[in-house]
């Protein structure tokens, strides 16, 4: 940039991607280049996904610290929170023994937090518009005595949609059932872009 400029943008970067800048002064004829200024690290906001969008969990990394991964976002604020696994959960007598295919899935952890706290993960921005009857399609596992709430709410740009879908209290019989599938209609916001929240409210006590 010449000299005086205090902004640059930056095109042609990938999305999803971090990258580090540093700044360099040219000083003219005699003195030349400075050193590299110390780098500046950012993270490229993620591309739309454009529907019909799939994932199964199977690229994210197993933690029990989970933050971002694909474009999926660990929102929460308190200690319960998603997580991801390639086995089964840190608790015992509660939650599936394996993923529904293969390895991974993402499951809430109740262990830590306290009735009614809410652990909360966001999906990418999806295109709906390709959709002539859009859907939102999944499997859970819900076994556990003390089995909470499953909400799905949607984000078509305004904020978000509160109890599209809910689900409430166990679900499953035993750690070994099989994981059911759900459909949940999303004609209400056909032509639009959404992010899909999944907020489960944590129940009393760990299962």
Same mark, same amino acid.
């Given at each position: 940039?010449?000299? !005086?400029?205090?902004?640059?943008?930056? $095109?042609?970067?990938?999305?999803?991607?971090?990258?580090?800048?540093?700044?360099?002064?040219?000083? !003219?004829?005699? /003195?030349?280049?400075?050193?590299?200024?110390? !780098?500046?690290?950012?993270?490229?906001?993620? /591309?739309?996904?454009?529907?019909?969008?799939?994932?199964?969990?199977?690229?994210?990394?197993?933690? $029990?610290?989970?933050?971002?991964?694909?474009?999926?976002?660990?929102?929460?604020? !308190?200690?319960?929170?998603? =997580?991801?696994?390639?086995?089964? $959960?840190?608790?015992?007598?509660?939650?599936?023994?394996?993923?529904?295919?293969?390895?991974?899935?993402?499951?809430?952890?109740?262990?830590?937090?306290?009735?009614?706290?809410?652990?909360?993960?966001?999906?990418?921005?999806?295109?709906?518009?390709?959709?002539? =009857?859009?859907?939102?399609?999944? +499997?859970?596992?819900?076994?556990?005595?003390?089995?909470?709430?499953?909400?799905?709410?949607? =984000?078509?740009?305004?904020?978000?949609?509160?109890?599209?879908?809910?689900?409430?209290?166990?679900?499953?019989?035993?750690?070994?059932? /099989?994981?059911?599938?759900?459909?949940? /209609?999303?004609?209400?916001?056909?032509?639009?872009?959404?992010?899909? +929240?999944? +907020?489960?409210? +944590?129940?009393?006590?760990?299962?």
């Amino acid at each position: 940039v010449v000299a !005086g400029m205090t902004t640059e943008t930056i $095109t042609g970067l990938d999305p999803s991607t971090v990258y580090e800048v540093y700044i360099q002064s040219n000083c !003219g004829m005699g /003195d030349g280049l400075s050193e590299l200024s110390v !780098g500046v690290g950012f993270e490229t906001l993620c /591309d739309v996904f454009v529907a019909p969008y799939f994932t199964d969990f199977e690229a994210f990394a197993p933690t $029990t610290s989970f933050t971002d991964d694909e474009c999926w976002v660990e929102a929460s604020t !308190g200690d319960f929170t998603w =997580d991801v696994s390639d086995d089964d $959960t840190p608790s015992a007598n509660t939650g599936p023994n394996q993923a529904f295919s293969g390895v991974n899935f993402i499951f809430s952890e109740a262990t830590s937090g306290s009735l009614g706290d809410e652990a909360l993960i966001l999906s990418p921005q999806i295109d709906l518009s390709p959709l002539t =009857d859009p859907a939102l399609s999944f +499997r859970y596992h819900m076994f556990g005595g003390d089995m909470g709430i499953l909400h799905v709410d949607v =984000d078509a740009g305004s904020g978000f949609d509160l109890d599209v879908f809910t689900l409430s209290g166990q679900q499953q019989a035993n750690q070994d059932d /099989d994981w059911i599938q759900q459909f949940v /209609d999303l004609t209400a916001y056909s032509g639009q872009t959404v992010t899909i +929240r999944l +907020r489960a409210e +944590r129940g009393d006590g760990f299962e």
